[in-house]
């Protein structure tokens, strides 16, 4: 285990998760006809998140919420190193004619969000798609895919890694910087 | 996660060589599975890039149709194929056979047969993903993996359950293969049927026998009832259908004797009246069509974690 480098403490993220859940209430109004779809399983930590603060906010607690696992959707299954393990898909509604906004914590190649987008039209036909995400990695896109809400916006090396740590799960919520995969593991 | 990710063997030919880590990764990638297949549209493109060859030397309705199903959901492209309108009328060998199949450049097999043992033959000749839909009195795992996960959605984890085999075990894949899984999974089980149609060093693999079907029910928490296979039956075994379903026939009366309810499984085709009577296979205690619902399931599951094995072996320039 070694130390990231901490781009965002415990106060900002809690600050940087306020704002964008401002964004969605001004764009999104009451919400009808709105829902949020996280990405298992790392994206649901974040729209979780997002979730439970709009509830409080708003007081709305009709909100639409799914949960997306794109597993089976990926390009790269048969080629990764490691085996891809799915998680559960909970969406209990159809995004038919919905304006959905799309949730995942980090956006860097894409690919994610592109296998996303394809699992999403098994669920209807959207009548838009937005994309909310913590951190957007600029460099390195593979796709032409850009988020419509962010958190930060980090200027990162391609092997450099960018992790979000949640409170639930290592104790503070931050976001660290890693020279490399390696020595976050 | 905890557990394994990935299948330890590159080919499902049966329970027997499977772990137990394995059936629960099958389990699991299935539980998802099984969402998908709920769902408005039931497919994902998984496996858009593999084609699989379903080689059915032995008539097959719900394996077949089963394994189609499960293809087509994971959007691999898919080559049927049945020996009773084929060349192998004509007298080619297995292995020809199935050599010009995997020169069109398929990447996976699935393999019914009517001899024991055909798909390991295939495995030691041939090097794409076999998986086994049956060999003559063998094996049939994928249908011991679907009873299993059936059972498991009903009772919860299967450590310590009774589970009884009813019927036709010596000429039957599916108690062979039910059995190797039950045990991995930590049940107890006991096979129940005519003398004659219990094979004789059963015991050797830890299973109890047991010649009264009143004291079979009266122990077990689910009962799997099998087929009487004709077809297999090159003797008589016993006396007349009518005796045997007299005397080892699943009915009403027998089960309502009982101080509990059991899990009544079947695992098709029913022979009404013989093995079963029609008013157990329609009740409530019965999940034969639910057996069934998670059969495409579980077949989606080894589709995916074989192929997923498989390029990992492409990488590596196996």
């Given amino acids: ?185 | 996660m905890a557990g394994i990710q990935q299948l330890s063997t590159k080919h499902l030919l049966g329970i027997k060589y499977l772990k137990t880590e394995d059936i629960r990764l099958i389990f699991d990638t299935a539980l998802n599975f099984k969402e998908v297949i709920n769902r408005p549209i039931k497919k994902v493109p998984s496996l858009r890039d593999i084609t699989i060859a379903n080689l059915f030397f032995e008539n097959s309705t719900r394996t077949r149709i089963s394994f189609e199903l499960a293809e087509k959901r994971l959007s691999a492209d898919v080559v049927n194929f049945s020996a009773s309108s084929s060349s192998v009328k004509k007298g080619e060998t297995l292995l020809d056979t199935v050599n010009n199949i995997l020169s069109m450049k398929v990447d996976m097999v699935v393999m019914r047969h009517p001899a024991p043992g055909a798909p390991h033959f295939l495995s030691q000749h041939i090097d794409v993903n076999i998986i086994n839909a049956g060999d003559g009195t063998h094996e049939h795992p994928t249908q011991a993996l679907l009873d299993a996960f059936s059972m498991e959605e009903k009772v919860g984890n299967l450590k310590g359950k009774h589970v009884a085999i009813f019927g036709d075990i010596l000429h039957s894949r599916v108690a062979l293969s039910n059995i190797f899984c039950l045990q991995k999974l930590g049940a107890k089980v006991i096979v129940c049927g005519p003398p004659t149609l219990i094979p004789k060093h059963i015991h050797k693999l830890g299973v109890g026998v047991e010649y009264d079907v009143k004291k079979a029910l009266a122990w077990c928490d689910i009962a799997n009832i099998l087929r009487i296979q004709l077809e297999r039956q090159d003797i008589k075994y016993f006396p007349s259908l009518r005796e045997y379903s007299q005397y080892f026939g699943i009915n009403k009366s027998l089960l309502q004797q009982l101080d509990k309810q059991i899990l009544i499984m079947h695992p098709g085709p029913i022979n009404r009246g013989v093995e079963i009577s029609s008013d157990v296979a329609d009740s409530d205690h019965s999940i034969i069509l639910q057996q069934v619902e998670n059969g495409v399931a579980i077949r989606m599951a080894i589709l995916f974690l074989l192929a997923a094995r498989k390029s990992e072996a492409r990488q590596q320039g196996l």
């Fill in chain 1, 1 to 185: 285990m070694n130390k990231g480098r901490i781009i965002i403490n415990k106060n900002r993220f809690s600050l940087t998760i306020e704002r964008l859940c401002h964004q969605l209430i001004e764009e999104f109004d009451d919400f009808e006809n709105t829902c949020l779809v996280g990405i298992q399983e790392r994206g649901v930590m974040l729209s979780d998140r997002i979730y439970k603060r709009l509830i409080d906010i708003t007081g709305f607690d009709d909100i639409q919420y799914g949960k997306l696992d794109i597993t089976f959707y990926r390009d790269d299954f048969r080629q990764r190193s490691k085996p891809l393990a799915p998680s559960h898909t909970e969406m209990n509604f159809l995004v038919e004619n919905k304006k959905v906004v799309l949730i995942d914590d980090v956006l860097y190649t894409g690919r994610t969000v592109q296998a996303a987008l394809s699992a999403l039209s098994d669920f209807g036909r959207p009548k838009s798609v937005e994309l909310l995400v913590l951190v957007d990695r600029r460099f390195n896109r593979h796709l032409p895919i850009q988020a419509d809400f962010k958190g930060i916006t980090v200027d990162a090396l391609d092997e450099e890694y960018v992790k979000v740590a949640w409170s639930n799960q290592s104790g503070e919520d931050q976001i660290l910087l890693y020279p490399d995969k390696k020595s976050m593991e």
